[in-house]
């Protein structure tokens, strides 16, 4: 196999997987011998001996003992609903299947994707890891294939191939569904709310295969696909039950270890950016994959998929948790976690993401998409390639990993990446613009405005999986314009305001406010950018180019937030129901944008739209309540205004077309 240079990488060492299968029989793949090392400390046993181990637990018993007090349940019959869970939940890892899957994959990869890149050296400590100690995968959540794509390279590499945690849809799909099961995933209810019997099944099933070191343990810390391709915030849920076992003393130490996918094209692009326009996803059903199976004679381009370093929980846990808490209590009770613990497991989770987001392979179309989205109205073909060759050296200075291939010329790059997203883009007459979906007859205004948004947010889809190489330092360029004076005590004052409200948006860790302003600050310093006495901070001559390209990343950011404070302003209810945030929100912003008064058209995107929601929440400028079982939230709209205010400080939304890339 030939390695691709990846630039910016501490090393090469990534090759195509796909290389070899294009060569040899996928049959013979499939079916050849497969002698993964396991954990040292494991003793081999079946799925239904491990389902056993969870029902007859300790744990499970004194869970069932508290219910059977508070509800009034026999214990039989608690104890059959436990065990009724535990079937719909539990994986049953077959060899057999995985290699009836092995095959299948082979010949869909071959068709879809024209390379998928692994980093050899990564799977090196990761099979060396998997033998020492428990070991979590913890890959970034972007496609369905994600999952797949995974197995499918333990399987190539004669590694133990790992349990997933999946969501229950996709147990419903027949025949595949129980294809999934067989290939190692468990499947977890979306809402389990106050289940406490659920609670307990599932946390003891998690903590046992961790425990015994039955097979690595793959989950998603997002929790859900990210439908708008950027990081989301963690949930800690199954981060708490894959570490409890290590709180108590159960295993010497657990190895976590992030995993990094990246995509060319997505699968599920168009798909994605209507969801966030608030069409309603498709249900996850064999037929509906049937159906899509039209998607198999389309091209993907490549994948890169980067095996992190193995995080030891052991090391980083010396010095910030007092483990002698977990001796006061039986290992087999519950125990709440206390402060301390949920503090570190959510900086742990947050840390998680970021190493994801470092080790992320760009493509030469991510930075198409940045230059793209500044330019709305189109661009010609060799100005954007120009740009992006830009943008390419500011990308690489700031630490990305960019795939851009060798012995090509600049203008083929551009020319392939243009046609391989010819849904997201067109060329004509040498100009670049954003495809529009086609429809029957004449649409009305909001018609228009709904497919111009669609486009705009698959574009934006593509740039996100780039947004978090500018984060920081775009952060220290706003702050210097909505900070009065250039005083670094003031501009990090803004820019610990910015972090506040946009840390549902991008994935900051907690705490970590001085750390990410002296990033952001170093970068800009380092690329020649700003300077820094003591006491200030300015602009050089030579890098507002830069400072303005900075702000134009987060201005659709900026202007989505500042279209939903309005909304919450204007409103003159002050309270609402969140079912009937949504639609009448998307209402507000169409009569804008049909009045020229908007220009971001990923205001329409209902996941930012949520996280605006989430940030007032977190900044008592909004309170929710729960009412005959719905949310209800209620405005503070002086609150509202102040941050409102504060967020539009010395700032201008319409950025002149000239002062953008």
């Known amino acids: 196999m030939e390695p ?359 493509s030469a179309w991510n930075l198409m998409a940045v230059v793209l989205l500044q330019n709305l109205q189109g661009i010609d073909l060799d100005l954007l390639t120009h740009k992006t060759l830009w943008l390419r050296r500011l990308a690489l200075r700031f630490g990305a990993h960019l795939m851009w291939p060798k012995n090509v010329s600049d203008s083929e790059v551009m020319s392939s990446s243009v046609s391989l997203h010819h849904s997201v883009v067109c060329c004509e007459r040498g100009r670049v613009y954003l495809m529009e979906e086609e429809g029957p007859g004449p649409v009305t205004q909001e018609e228009g405005v709904f497919r111009r948004a669609a486009a705009v947010l698959m574009c934006a889809s593509y740039r996100n999986q780039a947004v978090h190489v500018f984060t920081r330092p775009a952060m220290v360029a706003v702050a210097m314009i909505t900070a009065a004076r250039n005083r670094t005590d003031d501009v990090f004052h803004h820019f610990k305001f910015l972090l506040e409200l946009f840390s549902n948006e991008f994935v900051l860790i907690p705490g970590q406010a001085v750390q990410d302003f002296e990033e952001g600050c170093s970068l800009l310093q380092q690329s020649g950018v700003i300077g820094r006495s003591d006491e200030e901070i300015y602009v050089r001559d030579n890098g507002q180019e830069i400072i303005i390209f900075l702000r134009a990343i987060l201005q659709p950011f900026i202007e989505s937030y500042q279209v939903v404070f309005r909304y919450l302003c204007e409103e003159s209810s002050q309270t609402f129901k969140e079912k009937m945030f949504s639609n009448s929100i998307r209402s507000f912003i169409v009569k804008l944008f049909i009045s020229g008064e908007v220009e971001s058209y990923e205001c329409l995107s209902s996941d930012l739209q949520k996280n605006v929601l989430s940030a007032l929440l977190r900044m008592a400028a909004v309170t929710k309540t729960t009412v005959d079982d719905q949310n209800e939230f209620r405005v503070n709209k002086s609150a509202v205004k102040r941050i409102w205010d504060m967020l539009s400080n010395g700032w201008t939304p319409q950025i002149s077309v000239d002062a953008r890339l």
Not at 234 to 254: A, W
Not at 279 to 289: F, I, R
Request: include cysteine; charged fraction near 25%; aromatic fraction near 10%.
């Open 4 to 362: 691709l240079s990846v630039d910016g990488a501490e090393a090469d060492g990534f090759f195509d997987i796909l290389e070899e299968r294009r060569r040899s029989s996928d049959l013979s793949h499939a079916f050849r011998t497969f002698n993964p090392q396991p954990f040292c400390g494991a003793t081999p046993i079946s799925a239904a001996a491990l389902n056993r181990m969870v029902l007859e637990s300790q744990y499970l018993s004194y869970i069932i003992q508290e219910i059977m007090v508070e509800c009034d349940e026999p214990r039989e019959a608690l104890l059959e609903e436990a065990s009724v869970l535990l079937d719909e939940m539990s994986q049953n890892l077959q060899l057999g299947f995985i290699r009836l899957l092995g095959f299948a994959l082979s010949k869909v990869f071959k068709s879809v994707f024209s390379s998928i890149h692994v980093n050899e050296d990564g799977l090196t400590r990761l099979q060396q890891a998997i033998q020492e100690y428990p070991v979590i995968l913890m890959p970034n959540h972007r496609s369905y294939v994600d999952f797949l794509v995974l197995s499918y390279i333990m399987f190539t590499y004669d590694l133990s191939i790992p349990v997933i945690a999946a969501g229950i849809p996709l147990m419903g799909m027949k025949l595949i569904g129980e294809i999934f099961r067989r290939s190692g995933a468990f499947f977890i209810r979306r809402a389990i709310g106050s289940d406490k019997l659920y609670w307990a099944v599932l946390s003891e099933y998690v903590r046992t295969i961790v425990r015994t070191g039955y097979a690595p343990l793959e989950f998603y810390v997002e929790g859900l696909r990210s439908r708008t391709l950027k990081s989301l915030t963690p949930k800690l849920g199954m981060m708490h039950m894959v570490l409890e076992p290590f709180f108590k003393g159960e295993v010497f130490d657990i190895s976590l270890v992030p995993i990094s996918i990246s995509y060319e094209r997505v699968l599920e692009e168009s798909l994605l950016a209507h969801e966030l326009l608030g069409v309603p996803k498709p249900k996850e059903t064999t037929g509906a994959l049937l159906k899509a199976r039209t998607v198999l004679k389309e091209d993907y381009g490549c994948m890169h998929v980067c095996f992190g370093n193995p995080v030891s929980v052991r090391d980083l846990v010396k010095g910030n948790i007092n483990r002698r808490q977990y001796n006061l209590v039986a290992r087999d009770l519950p125990m709440k976690p206390s402060k301390e613990t949920q503090e570190f497991v959510s900086g742990l989770a947050h840390m998680i993401i970021r190493l994801q987001e470092r080790n992320v392979v760009l």
